[in-house]
């Protein structure tokens, strides 16, 4: 049976990624970290498609269940793992409840994404640079890494250290010579559906990076 997320649909430009990962994965299933998954806009369709998935979030309710509390009211969760079970995607997904800094996995994926993760006001204890660079350190040679950032056109994001302008994305893999931009794209502000914890349509400006380790 087929679920659905609380955070809403994946755009075009995830499955546009996914296909580019199985186009360089022939001989086996590609193996994809989501970082941030929430109860699993982003898993479910990877692991559908036969992807092996690790993902990690750090917000115990989207993961494994519970009640949420929004301006809407109190919102059921059903979580991304009973959402993997009913689908029967378990051995297809690896799910870890906690700050995926403390997971270092070096080298082990041939992929990774990550959507507006880590501008998180709880990302404060980390430096954005470290952070950029744990992302990375989860990808084997020749792989691929998806950032899919957000831009602090909100008040609350303007002056975070982790939610910086996209010259600071360009300026930290200027020092990755390890790291080659593929796509780095900065859209203009767009209109974002409601969806659980914002619960009516509102701005956001995001910042698509595409990035293959070369070494
Ligand atoms: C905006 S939500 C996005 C959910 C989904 N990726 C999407 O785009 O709809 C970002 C998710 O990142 C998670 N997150 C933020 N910082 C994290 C961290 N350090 N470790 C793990 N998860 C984190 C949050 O708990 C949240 O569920």
Not at 194 to 207: L, R
Request: aromatic share 12%.
């Amino acid at each position: 049976m087929k679920t659905s997320s609380l955070w809403g649909q994946p755009q075009s430009r995830y499955y546009s990624y996914l296909a580019r990962i199985e186009a360089a994965e022939a001989t086996k299933a590609p193996t994809l970290a989501v970082i941030g998954c929430a109860d699993g806009k982003y898993v479910l369709p990877a692991a559908r498609k036969g992807f092996d998935v690790w993902a990690v979030d750090v917000d115990d309710i989207a993961v494994n269940g519970g009640v949420k509390e929004d301006a809407s009211g109190e919102v059921q969760v059903p979580g991304l793992v009973s959402r993997v079970k009913q689908e029967n995607l378990s051995d297809r997904v690896e799910v870890t409840s906690g700050d995926f800094m403390d997971f270092p996995r070096p080298g082990q994926y041939d992929a990774v994404f990550t959507s507006g993760a880590l501008q998180y006001s709880f990302n404060s204890r980390h430096r954005l640079a470290s952070m950029v660079d744990a992302v990375c350190d989860l990808v084997r040679v020749d792989g691929l890494v998806y950032f899919d950032y957000m831009l602090p056109l909100e008040k609350k994001y303007k002056g975070r250290e982790n939610c910086p302008e996209a010259q600071w994305w360009k300026d930290h893999f200027a020092g990755r010579p390890d790291f080659q931009v593929l796509h780095h794209r900065v859209l203009p502000p767009v209109l974002d559906k409601a969806h659980i914890e914002f619960p009516v349509d509102h701005y956001h400006q995001w910042g698509h990076l595409l990035v293959r380790r070369s070494e």
